[in-house]
């Protein structure tokens, strides 16, 4: 990976096209040169969202935990909240 830093953004299946191994043939293609270099991989996710399954299940471990409540920046009075995940290289 060459110091370069890789960012998935916004990753979403379409509902039509789900459970077929899109998202983590997307998850997964930096994961051997990760291992490769000792790189620390890094996910935000909804807690309660779909994504966060697949997450855990690809060896990503939750760390720690943000609410955000969108009514301070004009939305509605609705909090979401989003977890962050390392997954952390595995020994080659």
């Known amino acids: ?4 830093k ?3 953004s ?4 379409d509902h039509l096209h789900e ?7 997307l998850v997964r293609w930096p994961f051997e040169a990760a291992d490769k270099e000792g ?3 890094y996910i935000d ?8 399954g697949l997450y855990e299940k690809l060896g ?3 760390v720690d935990e943000h609410e955000f409540d969108l009514g301070k920046w ?15 290289p595995k020994s080659v």
């Not at 996710?45 to 779909?50: F, L, S, V």
């Open 1 to 4: 990976m060459d110091s370069h």
């Open 6 to 8: 890789v960012v998935l």
């Open 10 to 13: 916004d990753l979403a299946t």
């Open 19 to 25: 459970r077929r191994g899109a998202a983590s043939t």
């Open 39 to 41: 790189v620390l991989l």
């Open 45 to 52: 996710t909804q807690k309660d969202g779909p994504g966060r």
């Open 60 to 62: 990503f471990q939750i």
């Open 74 to 88: 004009g939305g509605e009075k609705i909090s979401s909240t989003y977890i962050s995940l390392l997954r952390y």
